[in-house]
Structure formats: C-alpha cells, structure tokens
C-alpha cells in the first residue's frame, strides 16, 4: 500500500520538528520580533497542493484526525462511495471483507475487516446518513466505539472531509508496543491507514462505478 508511506514521513518529521521546537523553547529567552499574523483561516491554497491533514491532540495522544481533498467529482457520487461501505472490500485496497445489513432501528450496519501486513481487525459499524454526511460509529468489535464522518462540502469546490477517531492499537499488539517505543507512530499510523480510505474512496467516485439514483447506491 505505497499510500501508507505518507504516514510513516509524517511521523518521522513530527519528531524531528518537535524536538526542534522542544529545544527552543528550553533555551527562550526574553520575547523578540514579533512574527506576522497568519492570514484568513482557509486551507484552499493547501489544497490545490494535495490532501489536508488536520490533527488534533490532546496530552501528547491523537483524539481526531481530519482528511480534506478536492475531487472533480459530483458530491452526489461522492456520497453514494462514502456511504456504500457494505462494497469497499471493491474499491479499498485495505478492507479484505464488507458486507452490509440491516439493523434494529433501521440504520443498516456493515462489518468491515481491515487486513494489513503487521495486524487486521474486525469492526461492525451502524451508518445514518443525513443531508451530505455520513456518520459511522463501531457498535461491536475490536475497534468499539470508533467514529468515522463523511462530509461532502461544495464552497467554493467540491471536496470530501473525513473524520476519524479510532485507536488501532486497540486491536493490536504490535501497535502497542510500537506507540511505547515511539509515541509519535500514532500519528503516521492513522493518517497512512485513513489516507488509503480517502483517496481509495474519492476515485471510486471519480471513476462512476457507484451512480447516484442506481439500485446498488441505496
């Protein structure tokens, strides 16, 4: 999955770039030129470059991850791939099985499993789609509790927004003793695994396998 090695950079400049900031902030001294402030809060400029990636921490640990790419895709196309997860075994080269059933309360379920080198597990999730989002929440499994989000945004482009919040080491022993020996893996880690979803996902829709308004789309 050379998709994966994006992840792995990741975590390998985090840690060269907080011990830089580390060391600095041990040596400061007293305040000296003030930097300019940052512009306006977009990140389209970020995006005409390539996928966005918003990490959010909390005492040292990665509480959620935010994936934003552009996609010259309809957002209708775009939703009926997020949201038809019962068929990504198709489509993403990391879930080895999906299948899609129908739930007590009439929000279907999917059981995913996730097979890579080092680890797989197995996840059931219940989907309620509304508006131009989906939202997955693990109800059994080894990745209980986990939360992905769909979000299809079209201002001023069109572009599809996941957000992630689960912890594979969870699942995982290799995992965790790997996060012991580097914290920061955690990072690359889910940014590699969740970027493969994204980006599998968005051309699943550029390509028009899964059509709005077709049998297999509901």
């Given at each position: 999955t050379p998709l994966f090695e994006h992840g792995i950079a990741l975590s390998t400049a985090l840690a060269f770039v907080l011990a830089?900031?580390?060391?600095?902030?041990?040596?400061?001294?007293?305040?000296?030129?003030?930097?300019?402030?940052?512009?306006?809060?977009?990140?389209?400029?970020?995006?005409?470059?390539g996928t966005v990636a918003l990490l959010r921490s909390r005492q040292e640990r990665l509480q959620e991850l935010s994936l934003i790419v552009a996609s010259p895709a309809s957002p209708d196309s775009l939703l009926d791939a997020?949201?038809?997860?019962?068929?990504?075994?198709?489509?993403?080269?990391?879930?080895?099985?999906?299948a899609e059933l129908l739930g007590n309360d009439d929000h279907p379920l999917v059981d995913l499993q996730v097979d890579v080198p080092l680890f797989s597990f197995q996840t059931r999730y219940t989907l309620?789609?509304?508006?131009?989002?989906?939202?997955?929440?693990?109800?059994?499994?080894?990745?209980?509790?986990?939360?992905?989000?769909?979000?299809?945004?079209?201002?001023?482009?069109?572009r599809l927004v996941l957000r992630a919040q689960q912890q594979f080491e969870r699942a995982s022993l290799v995992l965790r003793q790997m996060y012991k020996i580097e914290?920061?893996?955690?990072?690359?880690?889910s940014v590699?695994?969740?970027?493969?979803?994204?980006?599998?996902?968005?051309?699943?829709?550029?390509?028009?396998?899964?059509?709005?308004?077709s049998p297999a789309a509901h």
């Open positions: 830089v900031k580390g060391r600095a902030e041990a040596q400061a001294g007293p305040a000296g030129v003030l930097l300019p402030a940052p512009g306006p809060g977009s990140y389209d400029f970020l995006l005409e470059r997020a949201r038809h997860s019962g068929r990504w075994s198709e489509s993403v080269p990391i879930v080895g099985r999906s309620r789609t509304f508006g131009y989002s989906v939202d997955m929440l693990g109800v059994q499994g080894e990745l209980y509790g986990a939360r992905l989000r769909w979000d299809v945004q079209n201002s001023p482009t069109t914290p920061l893996l955690e990072y690359g880690v590699g695994l969740h970027l493969v979803l994204l980006q599998s996902i968005r051309a699943w829709a550029e390509r028009g396998l899964i059509r709005p308004g």
